[in-house]
């Protein structure tokens, strides 16, 4: 049986008096694309940032890999796509740097690019359809050009564990098939991959399985079972029985 990648241990944390997750227990495999539902406010964002060892939990620890996140994150095992708002698209990187700095962790104190990590990067931008847009300001980019970008980062990176925060949001049906298709390939090729959205719709194309979070965990598992009208009921707070 294969061995979980990332394991979320009764994980709970609070922004002082904001309870954000509340005994969070979920583990992830890899080979398979994992989609992440919610209302707004509902921890995705939260969960992300744990799994990434960039918040640390009031109770109950986070496993990637088997060690801690920070390891991980520091060995380039685990990629992250953040929300367009957690982006300063002014900052003077082009699109091919942008990608580079996923080739940080295996560069050395240097910072020095090889040409294994450039042959790295631009092969990053051929499957996400960049390449004619790399020396181009990453803030001139469509918002579904951007979300590209980041994930081009992260198959330079070479990272095993891909986080994914709201890839589709504003982006367009090109760029959206295109993620789409690269997420479900790298998972083929063992990765694992977590992905937020909202479009319902799509999940089911796009993940073998889904989890419904409402600060904790409701359900987990295959996405129509989880999609279903009773289980979305509990997350966003309706009451299928009509009974207010």
Same mark, same amino acid.
């Given at each position: ?10 994980? &709970? ?6 309870? !954000? *997750?509340?005994? +969070? @227990? #979920? $583990?992830?495999?890899?080979? %398979?694309?994992? =989609? ?79 040409? &294994? ?6 092969? !990053? *931008?051929?499957? +996400? @359809? #960049? $390449?004619?847009?790399?020396? %181009?300001?990453? =803030? ?105």
């Amino acid at each position: 049986m294969t061995e979980p990648v990332v394991e979320i241990q009764d994980v &709970t944390v609070r922004y002082g008096d904001v309870l !954000a *997750l509340d005994n +969070v @227990e #979920l $583990t992830l495999k890899s080979g %398979r694309v994992c =989609g992440l539902i919610g209302m707004n406010g509902s921890g995705k964002s939260t969960l992300f940032k744990t799994i990434m060892g960039l918040v640390t939990p009031d109770r109950g620890r986070v496993l990637v890999n088997g060690g801690a996140p920070a390891t991980a994150r520091k060995a380039g095992a685990l990629g992250y796509v953040p929300q367009s708002e957690d982006v300063d698209w002014t900052f003077p990187l082009s699109v091919r740097d942008v990608v580079m700095t996923g080739r940080y962790g295996k560069m050395g104190f240097t910072r020095r690019a090889s040409k &294994t990590d450039k042959a790295a990067v631009e092969a !990053a *931008l051929a499957r +996400v @359809e #960049l $390449t004619d847009f790399a020396d %181009r300001q990453i =803030g001139q980019l469509s918002g579904g050009q951007k979300k590209r970008t980041f994930v081009a980062r992260g198959i330079a990176q070479e990272a095993t564990t891909l986080l994914l925060d709201e890839p589709f949001a504003g982006v367009d049906k090109r760029s959206e098939a295109t993620i789409t298709a690269l997420l479900r390939e790298l998972a083929a090729g063992g990765a694992t991959i977590l992905v937020s959205t909202h479009d319902l719709h799509a999940l089911p194309r796009l993940a073998a399985e889904a989890v419904l979070l409402n600060r904790r965990v409701l359900e987990h598992g295959d996405p129509d079972v989880v999609l279903r009208p009773e289980n979305l009921a509990k997350a966003f707070g309706l009451d299928v029985d009509g009974d207010q």
